[in-house]
Protein backbone atom coordinates (compact mmCIF):
# COMPACT_ATOMS: atom_id res chain seq x y z
CA UNK A 1 0.00 0.00 0.00
CA UNK A 2 0.92 3.38 -0.96
CA UNK A 3 0.59 6.74 1.23
CA UNK A 4 -1.58 9.15 -0.57
CA UNK A 5 -1.92 12.74 1.01
CA UNK A 6 -5.83 13.85 0.20
CA UNK A 7 -6.16 17.93 0.73
CA UNK A 8 -9.53 19.49 0.64
CA UNK A 9 -10.14 22.85 -0.42
CA UNK A 10 -12.37 25.60 -1.54
CA UNK A 11 -13.36 25.26 -5.46
CA UNK A 12 -12.10 28.89 -5.63
CA UNK A 13 -9.31 30.41 -7.05
CA UNK A 14 -5.87 30.77 -5.41
CA UNK A 15 -7.02 27.79 -3.02
CA UNK A 16 -4.63 25.11 -5.10
CA UNK A 17 -1.93 27.83 -5.36
CA UNK A 18 -1.93 27.49 -1.68
CA UNK A 19 -1.72 24.21 -1.26
CA UNK A 20 1.18 24.10 -4.28
CA UNK A 21 3.20 26.85 -2.80
CA UNK A 22 3.44 25.05 0.78
CA UNK A 23 4.71 21.98 -0.47
CA UNK A 24 7.00 24.10 -2.73
CA UNK A 25 8.71 26.00 -0.16
CA UNK A 26 9.13 22.96 2.06
CA UNK A 27 10.67 21.61 -0.82
CA UNK A 28 8.59 18.59 -1.21
CA UNK A 29 8.28 16.88 -5.02
CA UNK A 30 4.81 15.79 -6.21
CA UNK A 31 4.94 12.71 -8.41
CA UNK A 32 1.52 12.45 -8.98
CA UNK A 33 -1.73 14.92 -8.57
CA UNK A 34 -5.29 14.02 -9.30
CA UNK A 35 -8.14 16.38 -8.82
CA UNK A 36 -11.53 16.00 -8.64
CA UNK A 37 -14.18 18.90 -8.13
CA UNK A 38 -17.60 19.79 -7.30
CA UNK A 39 -18.85 22.92 -8.13
CA UNK A 40 -17.78 24.20 -4.22
CA UNK A 41 -14.77 22.01 -2.78
CA UNK A 42 -11.97 19.68 -4.52
CA UNK A 43 -10.35 17.04 -3.19
CA UNK A 44 -6.50 17.23 -4.29
CA UNK A 45 -4.82 13.90 -4.05
CA UNK A 46 -0.88 13.67 -3.96
CA UNK A 47 1.82 11.18 -4.17
CA UNK A 48 4.19 13.75 -2.86
CA UNK A 49 8.38 12.12 -2.44
CA UNK A 50 8.35 12.97 1.21
CA UNK A 51 4.97 12.54 2.52
CA UNK A 52 5.61 13.39 5.67
CA UNK A 53 7.29 16.45 5.34
CA UNK A 54 4.58 17.35 2.93
CA UNK A 55 1.75 16.96 5.68
CA UNK A 56 3.18 18.41 8.31
CA UNK A 57 3.56 21.42 5.80
CA UNK A 58 0.25 21.46 4.32
CA UNK A 59 -1.31 21.14 7.95
CA UNK A 60 0.95 24.14 9.04
CA UNK A 61 -0.28 26.76 6.16
CA UNK A 62 -3.50 25.60 7.67
CA UNK A 63 -4.43 23.58 4.55
CA UNK A 64 -7.05 20.49 5.57
CA UNK A 65 -5.11 17.17 4.96
CA UNK A 66 -5.21 13.45 5.84
CA UNK A 67 -3.38 10.58 4.31
CA UNK A 68 -5.30 7.54 2.67
CA UNK A 69 -3.45 3.88 1.73
CA UNK A 70 -3.87 3.26 -2.09
CA UNK A 71 -2.69 0.93 -4.16
CA UNK A 72 -0.12 1.32 -6.99
CA UNK A 73 -0.30 -1.12 -10.07
CA UNK A 74 2.17 -0.61 -12.77
CA UNK A 75 1.02 -1.96 -16.08
CA UNK A 76 1.74 -2.01 -19.47
CA UNK A 77 1.28 1.27 -21.21
CA UNK A 78 -0.58 0.12 -24.06
CA UNK A 79 -4.08 -0.67 -24.73
CA UNK A 80 -5.73 -3.00 -21.97
CA UNK A 81 -3.61 -2.34 -19.24
CA UNK A 82 -6.19 -1.39 -16.44
CA UNK A 83 -9.34 -3.17 -18.18
CA UNK A 84 -7.02 -6.21 -16.50
CA UNK A 85 -6.70 -5.00 -13.20
CA UNK A 86 -10.67 -3.67 -13.49
CA UNK A 87 -11.87 -7.42 -14.12
CA UNK A 88 -9.68 -9.12 -12.00
CA UNK A 89 -10.99 -6.86 -9.15
CA UNK A 90 -14.94 -7.04 -10.60
CA UNK A 91 -14.36 -11.01 -10.88
CA UNK A 92 -13.70 -10.73 -6.92
CA UNK A 93 -16.37 -8.33 -6.61
CA UNK A 94 -14.12 -5.97 -5.27
CA UNK A 95 -15.34 -2.16 -6.05
CA UNK A 96 -12.91 0.72 -7.30
CA UNK A 97 -13.59 3.87 -5.41
CA UNK A 98 -11.48 6.06 -7.64
CA UNK A 99 -8.25 5.53 -9.44
CA UNK A 100 -5.64 7.80 -11.48
CA UNK A 101 -2.67 7.07 -13.39
CA UNK A 102 0.88 8.36 -14.26
CA UNK A 103 3.29 8.20 -16.62
CA UNK A 104 6.87 7.88 -14.85
CA UNK A 105 9.68 9.04 -17.01
CA UNK A 106 12.17 5.80 -15.62
CA UNK A 107 9.98 3.38 -17.17
CA UNK A 108 7.78 2.06 -20.07
CA UNK A 109 5.06 1.09 -17.81
CA UNK A 110 1.48 3.05 -16.76
CA UNK A 111 1.18 3.58 -12.68
CA UNK A 112 -2.52 3.16 -11.80
CA UNK A 113 -3.26 4.45 -8.30
CA UNK A 114 -6.44 2.49 -6.88
CA UNK A 115 -8.63 3.46 -4.25
CA UNK A 116 -11.14 0.14 -2.81
CA UNK A 117 -12.61 -0.19 0.57
CA UNK A 118 -9.77 -0.49 3.21
CA UNK A 119 -11.47 -4.11 3.93
CA UNK A 120 -11.25 -5.43 0.49
CA UNK A 121 -7.23 -4.41 0.69
CA UNK A 122 -5.60 -7.16 1.65
CA UNK A 123 -7.94 -9.16 -0.67
CA UNK A 124 -7.34 -6.65 -3.91
CA UNK A 125 -3.42 -7.08 -2.94
CA UNK A 126 -3.49 -10.95 -3.59
CA UNK A 127 -5.94 -10.96 -6.25
CA UNK A 128 -3.75 -8.91 -8.73
CA UNK A 129 -0.64 -10.38 -7.10
CA UNK A 130 -1.08 -13.62 -6.79
CA UNK A 131 -3.87 -14.65 -9.22
CA UNK A 132 -3.05 -11.96 -12.01
CA UNK A 133 0.65 -11.52 -12.27
CA UNK A 134 -0.13 -7.47 -11.66
CA UNK A 135 3.20 -5.93 -10.33
CA UNK A 136 2.05 -3.81 -7.20
CA UNK A 137 4.81 -1.24 -5.84
CA UNK A 138 5.84 -0.65 -2.51
CA UNK A 139 6.66 3.21 -1.35
CA UNK A 140 10.03 2.69 -2.18
CA UNK A 141 9.91 1.42 -5.89
CA UNK A 142 7.56 3.84 -6.81
CA UNK A 143 9.51 6.77 -5.89
CA UNK A 144 12.56 5.12 -8.13
CA UNK A 145 10.17 5.33 -11.21
Do not use: W
Amino acid sequence: MIRQVSVFIQNRQGKLESVLKALRDADVNIRSLHIAETADYGIVRLILQDTEKGLAALKEAGVMANINHVLAAEVPDKPGGLCHIVEALGKADINILYAYSFNPQNTSNAIIILKVIDDDSEKAIDILEAENAINLLDRQELLKK
